[in-house]
């Protein structure tokens, strides 16, 4: 008869999770002893990255990413990360080992002793199962439950002595729907609306990037001739930046959002929230007189949304529907884009010239010579929130899956998450290139992952725009009228020495020439490279 760890193992086997992203401890062990050939384990340095790594991993190839960390303390220490995995609604399957059966009781030395209750709320589903024998069964149920709409990470954690116990419970291996269908009267509904519309506007948020439907939202904007906001703060670009009827990234703060949607009678939010807000500025919703149609495949964010009526449905089965049924316009919408998308702010720089060869370089100018010199297919994961505005301003998104950030705001993703995508990148055979852009500060939030990229050997590039302080910070201490905080400045810190700790090559590039010599060496290196670019303080404005 096979042991409970076989059973687990052939399960995995066929539903495709032979990549497993790991920081072992000694209640794994057990589970990962004698490790199959045929899978490939990831070792991560810290449970933060290993979780960050696994979520770009899955974003690339669509499709769930197995997770491995230690009990009690490691699935405390992912949660950094797994918050923003939850956000980006990415499938994981994340799972803990657990103290001996036998000792559960006396709650032990490194026990979880509510371990369905740790990893919330940011996990769909988290289960510890009664007995061995359901710990493949409980496998088939997290790998369903993590990729049904609304995707997420699920969490189960597994007792080390349940692994050489016999599989006596038949464990069967089923596919579930990735997508749910809009209602067709309330799809009838909204189309009536959007057809009544005089001055009809859209606004994609993420799930669009997430359903691969660039196409159908492109189609439904053009049939409508109607102009096209990217949602707040998304994480994956919505639509298409060089398209004449993109207008730009609408600002998270409640107040500014309404007062970019002035003179729009319908506004039709689809794969988004209503609204992502942060900072705090007070107005109205929407503008007076404005109705608002939000179309998400979360019935919670439906829930929570506080004004608009709702349709819970797949972004681009819906905008697939409501292009087959809204009658086309004759009338085109007169479209200014926005000098940047995605940000909260302008960028700090108006109006820049190009950088001399042998100058310091300005937070736009370096972006200005990072987009010439990157490949055209080139994916950017971005974590320098200082410099959110001018990045975007100089790097047009126009391929679709070329963007990551976190969802949650909570820095430390997006580092290991590249090093996800680079791995995923190789899997695939298509190896695109791989540019992450990291502040000074973000990079101490999961420098640890370098490590793993060294280890594997991945051709990823990580720029350290290095402005020796916390400037997002500076600027909400500006925003909040709080002057005099602590902690603000960054003297000191040494990216490059860092990265060569962690086995990464490190230079220090102080100019536009020194900055493209450095990234044609990154290009053909075996490995990551960080390229840290002093640059001058500079405190965002954010309204």
Do not use: C
């Not at 506004?267 to 705090?280: N, Q």
């Not at 102080?510 to 060496?521: G, I, N, Y």
């Amino acid at each position: 008869m096979r042991t409970v760890r076989e059973a687990t193992f052939d399960l995995l086997r066929e539903l495709g999770l032979t990549t497993v992203f790991g920081n072992p401890g000694s209640t794994e062990e057990t589970f990962l002893q004698n490790f199959p050939d045929d899978f490939q384990y990831v070792l991560g340095l810290h449970e933060a990255s290993v979780v960050a790594a696994a979520d770009g991993y899955a974003q690339i190839t669509r499709e769930p990413a197995l997770v491995n960390v230690h009990t009690a303390a490691g699935i405390s220490n992912a949660m950094g990360t797994l918050i923003s995995s939850a956000q980006n609604k990415t499938p994981l399957i994340v799972t803990a080992g657990q103290q001996t059966r036998e000792m559960l009781l006396l709650e032990p030395w490194l026990v979880n002793p509510q371990p369905e209750v740790l990893a919330q709320p940011w996990v769909k589903w988290s289960y510890q199962p009664q007995r061995p024998q359901d710990v493949p069964a409980a496998f088939m149920r997290a790998y369903a439950v993590a990729l049904q709409p609304p995707a997420g990470p699920v969490f189960l954690s597994l007792p080390l002595d349940d692994w050489d116990a016999p599989a006596t419970v038949p464990t069967a291996v089923r596919s579930v729907g990735r997508r749910v269908g809009p209602d067709p009267e309330r799809l009838a509904e909204f189309a009536a609306a959007i057809a009544d519309a005089a001055h009809p506007v859209l606004i994609f948020g993420s799930d669009i990037a997430r359903a691969d439907a660039w196409g159908p939202a492109v189609a439904l904007a053009e049939r409508l001739g109607a102009p096209v906001w990217a949602a707040p703060s998304s994480e994956r670009p919505p639509f298409p930046e060089d398209h004449p009827l993109y207008a730009g990234g609408l600002p998270f703060a409640q107040g500014l959002l309404s007062q970019r949607l002035t003179g729009h009678d319908l506004i039709v939010v689809v794969g988004a929230p209503v609204f992502r807000y942060y900072p705090w500025i007070p107005g109205e919703y929407i503008p007076a007189g404005s109705r608002l149609l939000h179309i998400t495949d979360d019935p919670a964010e439906a829930g929570r949304a506080p004004v608009g009526d709702s349709l819970v449905a797949d972004a681009g089965l819906a905008l697939e529907a409501l292009t087959a049924t809204v009658p086309a316009r004759t009338t085109q919408a007169t479209v200014i884009t926005q000098a940047h998308r995605l940000a909260p702010h302008p960028p700090a720089e108006a109006e820049i010239t190009d950088p001399t060869d042998d100058g310091p370089l300005t937070p736009r100018q370096l972006f200005r010579v990072l987009r010439a010199a990157a490949p055209a297919d080139t994916v950017i994961v971005q974590e320098s929130p200082s410099n959110l505005a001018d990045l975007h301003a100089e790097w047009e998104i126009t391929r679709p899956d070329s963007y990551f950030a976190m969802a949650s705001g909570a820095l430390g993703w997006d580092l290991p998450a590249a090093v996800g995508i680079a791995l995923a990148e190789r899997d695939l055979g298509r190896n695109r290139p791989v540019l992450a852009v990291i502040g000074d500060g973000s990079l101490q939030f999961s420098s640890q992952a370098l490590y793993t990229a060294a280890q594997h050997r991945l051709p990823l590039v990580v720029v350290v725009p290095n402005n020796r302080e916390y400037g997002i910070l500076k600027a909400f201490a500006v925003l909040e009228k709080s002057p005099d905080v602590p902690g603000l400045d960054l003297p000191g810190l040494k990216p490059t020495l860092l990265a060569q700790g962690y086995g990464a090559a490190g230079v220090v590039a102080e100019t536009a020439a020194q900055v493209r010599a450095a990234l044609t060496e990154a290009w053909e290196r075996k490995g990551p490279t960080v390229i840290e670019v002093p640059t001058d303080p500079t405190v965002p404005n954010l309204v």
